[in-house]
């Protein structure tokens, strides 16, 4: 499974930005998918992560209320709507498969490469 993520930019506070992440591959569809991030210093934290049918959801507590996860899978895209972005959310995004739930940075089973998000104050 091959996972491109796309979708970062700079964005002011309180904005929005969806970032979109397309799995390609012969059994990408039947995986969970979700995002986390990287600040620099800092080690990669969970963000979201989304059952393959879409039914089920987890969210870390610092995106409660503002990111939503979902997913496409005529497309075999996840996105992440981001809204009312923080400067802390200033991160590289990656986007992950693997089986639900999606939680653990450790363990992995598929990784994208990142999109930089960077929320200006």
């Known amino acids: 499974v091959q996972l491109q993520a796309s979708g970062g930019g700079l964005v002011q506070a309180g904005d929005s930005l969806r970032l979109s992440c397309a799995a390609s591959?012969?059994?990408?569809?039947?995986?969970?998918m979700g995002w986390f991030r990287q600040a620099p210093g800092k080690e990669r934290e969970f963000v979201a992560s989304?059952?393959?049918?879409?039914?089920?959801?987890v969210y870390a507590d610092s995106a409660k209320g503002r990111f939503t996860i979902s997913r496409d899978n005529a497309k075999n895209t996840v996105y992440l709507q981001m809204n009312s972005p923080k400067p802390e959310d200033t991160a590289v995004y990656y986007c992950?498969?693997?089986?639900?739930?999606?939680?653990?940075?450790?363990?992995?089973?598929?990784w994208g490469k990142g999109t930089q998000v960077t929320v200006s104050s």
């Open positions: 992950a498969a693997d089986t639900f739930p999606i939680r653990n940075a450790q363990r992995i089973k598929y």
């Open positions: 591959g012969r059994t990408a569809g039947a995986y969970a």
């Open positions: 989304i059952s393959w049918s879409g039914g089920s959801t």
